[in-house]
């Protein structure tokens, strides 16, 4: 079928459906709920910037018009913002190291006698993995575990501060609605989010995730509308964006999205991710920089090769730092028409293409595959279900993955980026191409990152072992990337395979890998490995369960706070020092600062040695049991709405056309 043919059928479809989600004559149910929301305004957060909501503008282009600039430098935003942004930082790590009891070193003085030079001090990064929904809420533990506005997050044995203290925070499609979620949402707290959804009763309607994203937001939250309403009114939103663009199915799944992770009526229809960069706490660097990672994919492509172009979405530009693309755009005007490089000067600008949710939607498109179950689904309007045939008639279903942008690289780089002559940008889930943890724009060297913490998610073990836990593919993959022809420059400290991290146990307790800075040409960051493990629950659910009751979320919450603290400091109470030692290790380093005996003894504890033992895992392979059975959670029954999903046959399909189970 023609596109035109598809558009004409969408306009359609969407002119009988109902154009707004206002509730009239509302029933007593409606009403209480209405008054129970009305703290909504507790929650400002950055921001409309579109005036037609869900639909892309033409507006005047600035008289200062958008380009496409060289990635040879970081933008001139981020070098602006790194200045306020790293003296910021060092307070807060000035009291973190304070709590974490580095015998032997005075870090109150080490901070203040390098503190007019914060380019000595440590540089950190926090990584979020994908994985879905347990990849959002593992996620969510270790950041509650690094923020000092969780309950008792500054008591001993308690990391709370770290993510105060750090620059970066990269998120990747279950990990990018965690941490898109938190931006979009004033960069509230985890404990804020869970304090205001607990048992369904309080006022927030964030990580409601009870009901599936099929169903929409429960009646009687915040949003106030029906199944028949919710997926009417997404394909209200994305019909219209229709007329102008092209649309797939991830405008579909990112809208949905929206309404589980923005708190805002009707999920945000106009909540741009380059607002963020107007955000007044994120503006006068009281937050790190969120950044999203999406995988391009070639004209033809359906597989994603370990060399794609990886793409990165910060609050003011979307760009890559590979040698094919090397290039930036300003995200707020993606969606305009460029030409090598430049918007033609009699052409308008397109503003509020950068939907948050469709941004988010972009690094996790994998899950795409959850909206083609929609025409198995009770409830569902045949208006939602004809759409997504529609979309999915003009793409054929190899397609059915895709993010796509009027491409801003058009003409851009025509010798080395694929996608020159091509009028589209298609992007992909950022997984796909196995970096599952968004480690790329952390080990760009022009951002000098001294430490990353990279929290694992990933679902990699198979049957023997038992299934859904993290085995270092994902740091494996970054290994390799960086010892490719296609590394233009990143450096990783060496991984060993998969093997041996189960077979030493690497991935089942938090590691450190490149602690020897001299052990590799270029310096790298240390990067400290927090890999999913059971403490007090198995967190190891599917990545394709759509449903978890209010239960079940904080009890992969809590388990991934433990995962990050190794239970509060209670499995070995020199983590919270070890952890100072790897914040602080290249930052010695480069001040010729004798490294304390405290930290030697880390290092020895916890820094992965170069041993290697690839055998394959004897027996039933990997086996983790649970670390703290005496605080182990029990979660209510019914935690997953839609336990049927779980094991659905169609699950095998996607890992094996995707490669990954991310
Ligand atoms: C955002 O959060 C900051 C820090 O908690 C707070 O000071 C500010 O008032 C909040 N902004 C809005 C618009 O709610
Ligand atoms: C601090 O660490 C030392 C070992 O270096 C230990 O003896 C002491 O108990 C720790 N103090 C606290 C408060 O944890
Ligand atoms: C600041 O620290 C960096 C890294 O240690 C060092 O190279 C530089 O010389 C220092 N600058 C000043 C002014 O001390
Ligand atoms: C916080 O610490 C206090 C004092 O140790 C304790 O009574 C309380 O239970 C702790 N709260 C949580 C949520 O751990
Ligand atoms: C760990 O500390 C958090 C508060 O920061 C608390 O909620 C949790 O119950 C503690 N868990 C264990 C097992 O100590
Ligand atoms: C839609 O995609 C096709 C194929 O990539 C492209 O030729 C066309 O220009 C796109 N249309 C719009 C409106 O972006
Ligand atoms: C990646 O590798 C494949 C096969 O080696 C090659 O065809 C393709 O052009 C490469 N892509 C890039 C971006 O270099
Ligand atoms: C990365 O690629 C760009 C574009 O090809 C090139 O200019 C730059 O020198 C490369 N960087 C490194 C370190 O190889
Ligand atoms: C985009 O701009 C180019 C010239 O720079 C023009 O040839 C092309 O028709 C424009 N495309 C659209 C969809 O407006
Ligand atoms: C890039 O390719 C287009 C189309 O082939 C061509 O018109 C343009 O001149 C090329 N740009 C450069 C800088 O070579
Ligand atoms: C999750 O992990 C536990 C502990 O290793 C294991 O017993 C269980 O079978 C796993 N669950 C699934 C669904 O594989
Ligand atoms: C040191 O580097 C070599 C060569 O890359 C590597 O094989 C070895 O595993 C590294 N050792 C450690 C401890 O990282």
């Known amino acids: 079928m023609k596109y035109s043919t598809i558009l004409a059928g969408v306009a359609l479809a969407a002119s009988s459906s ?6 009239r004559n509302p029933t007593a149910e409606e009403a209480a709920a209405e008054i129970l929301a009305v703290p909504l305004a507790e929650w400002k957060r950055a921001t409309d910037q579109s005036p037609k909501g869900y639909t892309p503008s033409l507006v005047d282009c600035p008289s200062d018009r958008p380009t496409i600039r060289a990635a040879s430098t970081l933008s001139n935003q981020e070098t602006t913002w790194l200045q306020t942004r790293r003296n910021n930082t060092v307070s807060p790590m000035r009291k973190l190291l304070g709590r974490l009891n580095i015998t032997g070193l005075d870090t109150n003085s080490y901070i203040d006698n390098h503190a007019n030079n914060a380019s000595a001090l440590p540089n950190i990064g926090i990584a979020a993995s994908g994985g879905g929904y347990r990849a959002l809420l593992n996620g969510a533990g270790a950041l509650a575990a690094f923020d000092d506005r969780t309950v008792n997050a500054t008591a001993s044995g308690h990391l709370g501060g770290l993510l105060q203290s ?8 279950g990990g990018g609605w965690l941490v898109g979620s938190l931006y979009t949402n004033n ?3 985890v404990q804020n989010i869970i304090d205001k959804n607990n048992n369904g009763t309080g006022s927030g309607s964030l990580w409601q995730f009870g009901n599936s994203i099929f169903e929409g937001p429960k009646t009687g939250s915040i949003q106030l509308i029906s199944s028949v309403e919710y997926f009417s009114t997404i394909h209200d939103a994305v019909s219209s964006k229709g007329n102008n663009f092209n649309v797939t199915i991830t405008d579909y799944w990112g809208r949905a999205l929206s309404y589980q992770l923005v708190n805002a009526p009707d999920g945000g229809p106009g909540y741009t991710f380059s607002s ?12 790190p920089m969120p950044i999203l990672v999406a995988d391009g994919r070639a004209p033809g492509e ?10 990165e979405f910060n609050p003011w530009e979307l760009g890559s730092w590979d040698q094919t693309v090397h290039g930036f755009v300003p995200l707020q005007y993606v969606g305009s028409n460029f030409t090598a490089g430049n918007i033609t000067e009699n052409e308008q600008c397109v503003i509020g293409f950068d939907n948050v949710g469709f941004i988010m939607g972009t690094s996790s498109t994998l899950f795409n595959q959850f909206l083609l179950q929609i025409n198995t689904t009770a409830g569902i309007p045949q208006v939602a279900k004809t759409a997504i045939a529609d979309v999915l008639g003009r793409l054929g279903n190899a397609q059915d993955d895709i993010a796509d942008y009027p491409n801003p690289f058009y003409q851009y780089r025509n010798s080395t980026n694929l996608n020159a002559q091509a009028e589209m940008l298609t992007l992909v889930d950022g997984g ?3 970096e599952n943890i968004p480690l790329h724009p952390l080990i760009q060297p022009i951002r000098h990152v001294d430490v990353i913490f990279a929290i694992d998610s990933s679902a990699d073990t198979v049957a023997p072992s038992a299934t859904g836990w993290p085995n270092g593919t994902a740091l494996v993959a970054t290994y390799e990337r960086s010892l490719s022809l296609y590394a233009n420059g990143t450096n990783f400290p060496a991984i060993p395979d998969q093997n041996t991290f189960v077979n030493l146990g690497l991935n089942s307790r938090p590691t450190f890998f490149g602690c ?14 927090l890999p999913n493990a059971p403490y007090v629950y198995n967190s190891n659910v599917s990545t394709f369960d759509p449903a978890y009751n209010t239960s079940e979320r904080n009890a992969i919450i809590s388990n991934g706070l433990l995962v990050a603290s190794l239970g509060n400091g209670t499995l070995d109470s020199q983590w919270p020092t070890c952890v100072g030692c790897a914040i602080l290790s290249r930052s010695l380093e480069k001040t010729g600062t004798t490294v304390p005996d405290v930290c030697k003894a880390c290092f020895k504890k916890y820094c992965w040695d170069g041993t290697l033992n690839s055998t394959t895992p004897a027996g039933v392979g990997y086996n983790p049991t649970m670390k ?8 209510t029954s019914g935690a997953s709405g839609f336990g049927v999903m779980r094991a659905m046959p169609w699950m095998a399909a996607v890992a094996v056309s995707a490669w990954v189970i991310v």
Request: charged content about 10%; cysteine-free; proline content about 5%.
């Open 432 to 434: 796909e191409d196995l």
């Open 516 to 529: 020897d800075s001299h052990n590799t040409t270029h310096t790298t960051p240390l990067i400290v490995y």
């Open 302 to 311: 359906t597989l994603i090769p370990i060399n794609t172009t990886v793409y």
């Open 628 to 635: 703290l059975p005496q605080n182990a959670i029990k979660v």
């Open 18 to 23: 109902r154009a707004s989600v206002v509730v």
């Open 187 to 189: 960069f509230t707290s």
């Open 166 to 173: 750090a620059t970066y925070l990269a998120g990747l499609s």
């Open 276 to 287: 963020i960069q107007k955000d007044v706490d994120f503006a006068a660097g009281n937050t």
